[in-house]
């Protein structure tokens, strides 16, 4: 069964917190969503003259939902809120670390992350703000209780780079074994600064 | 989500090469062994579909293909 928590995100028109809700798997409802609401959002904004390509279009969730059922090494994430779901992701527990410091130990890495078209800066709309940070937050979060001591890490599609260097993420730069794409890497530390231990 | 305990018998040395393992990665006993579950079950999950499974030194140019039963 999955579970639920209860979790807020800015509602940008109203400018006040909106009640929503964590998912710690994606479910049915959620995909369908993807397919219907997100795709039917990104069709009209590709209809507009300002439309910027988004990288992440060609991902098929449902797919990539199916090819990690059951799996242990694998977990799944989404948000929803006001009725739809806002954001998505999927991570495995099966990567190390390359900083350095840590090199060799596990982290969590994000294989995919991605929010609501609405709620998207690069293509000139924002609905609720904070879904991306829940997800981060949610990944340190299961780090810590595996006891990665909240190491992540990911590669960011172009698009993305500016806003996980933001959040403190070390950029080990582009990675000529996974399509060139930087790879960010938050250690225990900057976890910490980024989400403390409660 | 529920757990369950159970006892795990391991020899000498099968216990040295978990300590050093949990001192190496700063794991728990439980954590790593948690860990190698995982490992094992995406491991088996990919041989099963017909995937093989290779080991790579780049830097030797090296690379085999790693048996697994």
């Known amino acids: 069964m999955p579970t639920r928590t209860e979790i807020f995100l ?31 959002s990104l069709r009209q904004l590709r209809a507009k003259s300002n439309y910027v390509r988004q990288e992440s279009s060609h ?23 006001n009725n739809h779901t806002q954001g998505v992701m999927i991570v495995s527990l099966l990567s190390s670390c390359r900083l350095p410091a840590v090199k060799g130990k596990p982290l969590v890495y994000v294989d995919y992350l991605e929010t609501a078209p609405w709620n998207r800066p690069s293509l000139g709309v924002v609905r609720f703000r904070g879904a991306g940070t829940v997800m981060v937050s949610a990944a340190i979060q299961l780090s810590r209780k595996e006891g990665f001591g909240g190491r992540i890490g990911l590669h ?35 976890a910490s600064a980024f989400s403390p231990e409660e | 989500m529920s757990k369950q305990t159970m006892t795990l018998n391991l020899t000498d040395e099968e216990m040295q090469v978990l300590k050093d393992l949990c001192e190496k990665k700063g794991l728990s006993k439980t954590a790593l062994m948690r860990q190698a579950l995982r490992m094992y079950q995406a491991i088996d999950s990919r041989i099963e579909r017909g995937d093989k499974l290779w080991v790579e030194n780049e830097s030797a140019t090296e690379k085999a293909e790693l048996m697994v039963l």
């Not at chain 1, 509602?11 to 795709?39: K, M, T, Y």
């Open chain 1, 10 to 40: 800015f509602d940008v028109a109203s400018g006040a917190n909106c009640p929503a809700e964590f998912w710690d798997s994606i479910q049915e409802r959620h995909l369908l969503d993807l397919e219907g609401a997100w795709s039917e």
């Open chain 1, 59 to 81: 991902w098929n969730w449902r797919v990539k939902v199916n090819s990690i059922r059951g799996q242990l090494g694998n977990k799944s994430f989404a948000i929803e809120c």
């Open chain 1, 156 to 190: 960011s599609l172009p698009q993305s780079e500016e806003w996980y260097a933001k959040r403190g993420m070390t950029n080990l730069g582009p990675d000529k074994r996974y399509q060139n794409l930087s790879y960010f890497e938050m250690s225990e530390s900057q």
